[in-house]
């Protein structure tokens, strides 16, 4: 069945962004949680969840004689799930931050980009029906549809497809409806459930699979020549076991392959996700449980012909699982999902390479409750990580967003230096790669040529020092004043090498703090001397001369390097 209703969008102030890493936490009052993501192609970031939202019941004119009916006619079900998204961009701002306002509360568990800019969102409501919204790009309603079953329904993945249109993957109670055809297979009490959309929204086909036992659809993908690999968990006795199906696009099984984890009497493995690699193979993501149910990490590789090319355990020394895998366009993948000890849990984020072998890991989150859900690769290889994150002292759970590098480490957000670092290299571009400078990130620059040196106990310039501190000087001075409201000194060190060793310690020291500081009135009078009035007068206000003496001596391949060592550096210090 198909519905179209209006939904209500509302702009949710409370957020709060953790401004040195790229994480963001959605903070509103109750439970919230992110369960997938997707790129936008202006390169913003949006990821679909629910938050909490509280409903004031309905005045009535029923009188009650019993107080306990009368409190539940005015709390049962006013506070549940509903749909919520936000869009955030490179610098980690939330730039759009919207709840549906739907009768039936609901959750979005799936978000998948359309070729119009837009999104198809899919999830489910609390009471057991299927839902799938197509958005505009600013989140604003296209189309939508209610649909399912007479019995209880659920939603676990909506995947894109070719052609442009989505499949909904989940499962549902079986009916035993003689009006409805759909279920006179007999299956189990639960059933593998899929949906197949057209790239308009209209339902194209709705089918149940499985066996006698109970079946659920986890998640699904589509291979290069249109056929669909599902994977679903099935439950009997004491064991839980993955199922591998193939079906054709119009839903027409091909074939059913149950995997187990050994021949032991009880078993639980679980399926979690299943992608396509890009040599047209798959693999499944899978979470195994020992002996004393601690649970592991499994990945298993196969092909279109069900022929099992690769089955991986990742042992780790904490109880760890994977919820979503991704990848890279080198055939490395990454991870990403949850580790657990005996009072909290970490999001997870693992890195392998293309044999499955566990290149590296690292755990995110605080002292309470975290996980991660999902993750989509971006254009430039970094990660965005979707979950819930717990704040320290806290009972509710937040909607939690991290961007992550291809290595797995945290994305660190852009700032003034970083930026004025990356301008600096591109502005002295040739004279880094002749190697007469070097330039460090803490926007330091120090002079490395050799003709740039002071001979032992010198100060005055050469004139090769002068001509190249006066070309270098008209290109750095003009490029910081652009950025005058950002700096806050601009430092001129000198330094030397320990010359004057057969003084007494306290004598070479002082002759070399003096040699120093002369080295850095020098090249600073130099510097000061080819600027215009403008630049000159704003100088003054920003210029320091400074000696360091010996005390940061240079060295090369671990040896002290005199020569070197007799130098001054710039040093660019910001408000």
């Known amino acids: 069945m198909k519905y179209f209703f209006l939904i209500t969008f509302l702009l949710l102030s409370s957020l709060h ?49 019993d107080a306990f009916e009368y409190l539940a006619s005015q709390h049962s079900g006013s506070f549940g799930a509903q749909m919520h998204l936000i869009k955030v961009d490179n610098n980690a701002n939330i730039l759009l931050s919207k709840q549906a306002k739907l009768e039936r509360f609901n959750e979005a568990i799936a978000v998948v980009k359309t070729p119009a800019n837009g999104y198809y969102v899919g999830g489910s409501t609390m009471d057991g029906s299927l839902l799938v919204l197509k958005l505009d790009a600013a989140a604003h309603l296209l189309s939508s549809s209610l649909f399912g079953t007479k019995n209880y329904d659920r939603m676990n993945n909506l995947i894109l497809l070719s052609d442009g249109g989505v499949l909904a993957v989940g499962s549902s109670t079986t009916s035993r409806d003689t009006q409805d055809n759909m279920f006179e297979t007999g299956l189990g009490n639960s059933d593998i459930f899929l949906t197949r959309f057209s790239k308009d929204g209209t339902i194209l086909w709705s089918k149940k699979y499985g066996t006698e036992y109970d079946d659920r659809g986890i998640d699904a993908v589509e291979a290069r020549d249109g056929s669909i690999l599902v994977i679903s968990e099935t439950a009997y006795a004491h064991n839980r076991s993955v199922s591998f199906m193939r079906i054709t696009e119009n839903g027409n099984k091909i074939w059913l392959k149950h995997y187990q984890q050994s021949k032991k009497n009880d078993t639980t493995i679980i399926p979690k996700k299943i992608i396509r690699l890009k040599d047209g193979n798959f693999i499944v993501a899978l979470t195994q449980y020992n002996d004393i149910q601690k649970e592991h990490i499994r990945l298993v590789k196969f092909d279109l012909y069900q022929n099992i090319l690769i089955d991986k355990e990742v042992f780790t020394t904490y109880p760890s699982g994977i919820n979503d895998i991704k990848e890279f366009s080198n055939g490395k993948l990454i991870a990403v999902g949850y580790v657990k000890d005996t009072y909290n849990s970490d999001g997870l984020a693992m890195l392998f390479n293309s044999r499955l072998q566990l290149l590296n890991q690292e755990h995110y989150g605080g002292e309470n409750f975290d996980l991660f859900n999902a993750a989509k690769i971006l254009h430039n290889s970094q990660v965005a990580v979707v979950g819930v994150h717990t704040k320290e002292h806290s009972q509710e759970t937040n909607m939690w967003l991290v961007k992550l590098n291809d ?32 330039i460090t990130k803490d926007l330091n620059i120090e002079f490395i040529a050799d003709t740039l040196t002071f001979k032992v106990g010198t100060y005055k310039l050469s004139a090769k020092q002068k001509e190249y501190l006066k070309r270098f000087s008209q290109k750095l001075i003009p490029f910081l004043y652009k950025y005058k409201n950002q700096i806050a000194t601009l430092e001129i060190n000198g330094h030397s090498s320990k010359e004057w060793q057969k003084s007494s310690f306290e004598s070479g020291y002082l002759k070399n703090e003096k040699l120093s500081l002369n080295r850095s009135h020098e090249t600073l009078s130099e510097i000061f001397i080819h600027q215009n009035h403008t630049m000159q007068k704003w100088l003054t206000s920003i210029l320091k001369g400074s000696g360091y003496s010996y005390s940061k001596p240079l060295f090369k391949n671990h040896t002290y390097d005199a020569i070197h060592s007799r130098r001054v550096n710039i040093s660019i210090k910001l408000l």
């Open 17 to 65: 962004a953790k401004k040195s890493e790229y994480s963001v936490v959605v903070d509103i009052p109750f439970d919230a949680a992110l369960f997938d993501v997707t790129e936008d192609y202006d390169r913003t970031i949006t990821a679909v969840g629910f938050s909490k939202e509280y409903k004031k019941s309905r005045s009535s004119s029923r009188t009650f004689y």
């Open 407 to 438: 290595d797995a480490s945290i994305v660190q957000l852009a700032t003034a230096t970083s930026s004025l670092y990356e301008q600096l290299c591109k502005l002295f571009e040739e004279e880094i790669k002749k190697g007469e400078i070097k």
